[in-house]
């Protein structure tokens, strides 16, 4: 850094000022473990072996994480399927249980969109997009449904998407002709809401060719909200681009709707208690747990399993 041809690449510069502050973060937290590991051989206390045990695992996780946007802060829309009110309903369920999940790793959290059809969260944090982008796919609940006179067993299904909060280099490569898109703005806070704003500073926007949407409604104006949904919508098309191995936006011009396939997790609350994951066969009967945020044992289980 002190070459002073070092300052004349600017990009370069900020690269190389970032990868330093990480290299420092990783150390001090490293250095961290050791004290406690330490403080432990001198006093053993159970809370402090099970934050240092925390802190150690945190750190394993991360060296598996190895995807080009996995150090990126993430962004979960979630979308009820068929089923009416009991497929709305396990969606917004889904949407708290991510917000909970987010809380118990100190992430920050922002609504982007509380639509009952398109429910968007955007958590920031770092590597929050590589613990939580194996969460994307369909996601099943069982229960006795709450909206059944006759108190009957109902099944419904809601669809979860994770893309990256995209680093600004990698939004600006991607220039989609203004003619590819559609607006539609609304009043932010949702109907019947006391924070109902009464100009239409909430955004949407939606990708013609593919049929991928992305909203906001948590900006002040309409022009940032706009933005906003324009960044989000460029995130699912890049992912969507690599997906489909293609370098150019054309060649997704076929309509591209979310995958509803078959379930990757199956919630069971009646006639018996089990959450299970049906990729990696990882169980747990502790349904209240896992809906109130505490869903590291299936994402270790996929962030060990890879991609």
Request: aromatic fraction near 8%; proline fraction near 3%; glycine fraction near 6%.
């Amino acid at each position: 850094m002190s070459d002073q041809d070092f300052w004349q690449n600017r990009a370069l510069a900020d690269d190389k000022i970032k990868e330093l502050g990480e290299l420092q973060n990783l150390v001090t937290r490293y250095n961290e473990v050791i004290s406690s590991i330490e403080e432990l051989e001198k006093n053993f206390e159970n809370d402090l072996f099970f934050e240092a045990k925390r802190k150690f695992r945190q750190l394993e996780l991360e060296q598996l994480f190895s995807g080009r946007y996995d150090k990126q802060s993430a962004i979960i829309s979630v979308y009820p399927g068929a089923g009416g009110d009991d497929a709305t309903d396990w969606a917004k369920m889904l949407f708290e249980m991510f917000n909970r999940y987010a809380s118990r790793r100190s992430w920050r959290v922002v609504v982007l969109d509380d639509n009952p059809n398109r429910r968007t969260l955007e958590i920031k944090g770092e590597y929050a997009y590589g613990y939580l982008k194996r969460e994307s796919g369909v996601h099943r609940l069982v229960r006795i449904s709450p909206f059944s006179a006759q108190k009957l067993r109902h099944t419904s299904f809601a669809l979860v998407e994770v893309v990256p909060d995209l680093p600004e280099i990698d939004e600006n490569r991607l220039d989609i002709p203004e003619k590819d898109l559609k607006f539609e703005f609304y009043r932010a806070g949702g109907p019947g809401g006391q924070n109902v704003n009464k100009v239409e500073t909430a955004a949407r926007v939606i990708h013609i060719p593919t049929g991928l949407s992305a909203g906001s409604q948590v900006e002040r104006s309409q022009a940032q909200n706009r933005e906003k949904a324009v960044r989000l919508l460029k995130a699912k098309l890049i992912q969507l681009m690599e997906k489909n191995q293609v370098q150019e936006l054309d060649a997704l011009r076929t309509k591209s709707k979310p995958e509803w396939g078959s379930q990757i997790r199956s919630y069971v609350m009646n006639p018996y208690q089990l959450v299970k994951d049906h990729r990696n066969e990882v169980e747990t009967s502790r349904v209240d747990d896992v809906l109130n945020g505490d869903l590291d044992i299936f994402i270790e289980a996929e962030v060990e399993g890879g991609d």
